[in-house]
């Protein structure tokens, strides 16, 4: 087996290991409240968010009709899914039911940008050839070939290209890498845009777009020890245990992985992402939206592995903090949001 070399320094990485029980001691630390915490409370209903709240009906109809013309423009372009998706050593779910998630998802991720699906300058007459690493519902893929119909877009994931292994594209070959949320996937960042760089043509453009798990809120209502503060936290120590972190926003690993690789002109945009239904502005309300249903769609594959794995927990209490958090993220008088970056930067000539 080819492993990447880790680095700054390079010395050869070891395959992440399968995590262990976080002690009882370090989540302690850590600032994890235990399962009791959640269980002792009383359990918020299944639907307990304030679906009278005119912000939320006001966006009901343009859910109904968005969703519907997502799924009916996959059906008129008779497109179907690439089907690489992860495996038992992914921390999420390789099923449908997740994979319906990250489809929803995409769509909010590309309402972020004001419908780019990119924000490198590529030139469009030169891209041939472009690499989706860790493609998940391949959406992102898909949609970029028809924006470049005389490009070959390869869309890779965990059962066919392990993206933390040798990369096996040929030196100088690619015009566009992009890299969306490979949060919890990367076992070395710096290995990542090193194998990034090989394949790159010279003149070519990578892209990384990575979110934070740290809930935030302008006025403080996203409080220590609420389900929102939790969440951050366990993934955060979740992806130590895993050694694939999930502070690549808070680590800067982006732009940093890029630089020491040796790309150039290394550009970033970072972006308040609305969780919930909160945000007086339209258009954040509707990506709130959109990121509350693609995550509360497969709540249980979003947190089942770090909950169990990492913390011990039953599935049963997992269940209850899946309903905790879902009554903050229905709550509009909670204001959470957290950080997105998208970066990028060329290859030299
Ligand atoms: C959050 S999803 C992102 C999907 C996609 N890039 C997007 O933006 O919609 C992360 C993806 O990484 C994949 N993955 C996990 N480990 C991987 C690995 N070692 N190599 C390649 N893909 C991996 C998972 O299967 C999952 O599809």
């Known amino acids: 087996m080819v492993t990447s070399p880790k680095s700054p320094k390079g010395e050869a990485a070891a395959p992440a290991p399968a995590p262990t029980l976080l002690s009882a001691d370090a989540q302690n630390a850590a600032g994890i409240l235990p399962a009791s915490h959640w269980t002792a409370q009383p359990l918020p209903e299944e639907n307990s968010g304030n679906d009278t709240d005119s912000t939320y009906g006001s966006f009901r109809s343009t859910i109904a009709s968005l969703a519907s013309s997502i799924y009916e423009y996959r059906t008129i372009q008779g497109r179907t899914y690439h089907g690489q998706m992860g495996n038992a050593e992914s921390w999420e779910p390789n099923d449908a039911r997740h994979v319906e998630s990250m489809e929803i998802l995409h769509h909010a991720l590309v309402l972020q940008t004001d419908g780019k699906l990119y924000l490198a300058p590529l030139d469009k007459k030169k891209v041939q050839k472009v ?84 809930f935030l809120s302008p006025d403080g209502t996203v409080k220590d020890g609420s389900a929102m503060d939790q969440w951050g936290k366990v993934f955060r120590e979740g992806g130590k245990k895993l ?46 939206l959109w990121w509350k ?45 957290f950080m997105m970056r998208v970066a990028w930067g060329r290859k030299p000539e």
């Open 131 to 214: 690499l989706d690493i860790a493609t998940g519902s391949g959406l992102w893929s898909i949609d970029f070939a028809d924006e470049f119909p005389n490009a070959e877009v390869i869309g890779t994931d965990f059962e066919l290209d392990d993206c933390n292994q040798e990369w096996t594209w040929g030196e100088n070959t690619i015009d566009f890498v992009n890299m969306r949320f490979l949060n919890g996937v990367v076992d070395d960042w710096y290995a990542l845009f090193r194998n990034a760089y090989r394949v790159c043509k010279p003149g070519a453009w990578v892209e990384s777009s990575a979110t934070s798990t740290k």
């Open 293 to 337: 249903l693609a995550i509360e769609s497969d709540i249980e594959g979003y947190i089942n592995y770090f909950w169990h794995a990492v913390l011990g927990w039953t599935p049963e209490e997992a269940k209850v903090f899946a309903r905790h958090i879902k009554r903050e993220w229905n709550d509009p008088n909670l204001h959470g949001y």
């Open 243 to 288: 050694g694939r972190t999930f502070a690549v926003y808070e680590e800067d690993l982006q732009r940093k992985g890029m630089e020491a690789a040796g790309f150039v002109d290394i550009q970033y945009k970072d972006i308040q992402v609305t969780l919930g239904i909160w945000h007086p502005d339209k258009k954040a309300a509707e990506i709130g």
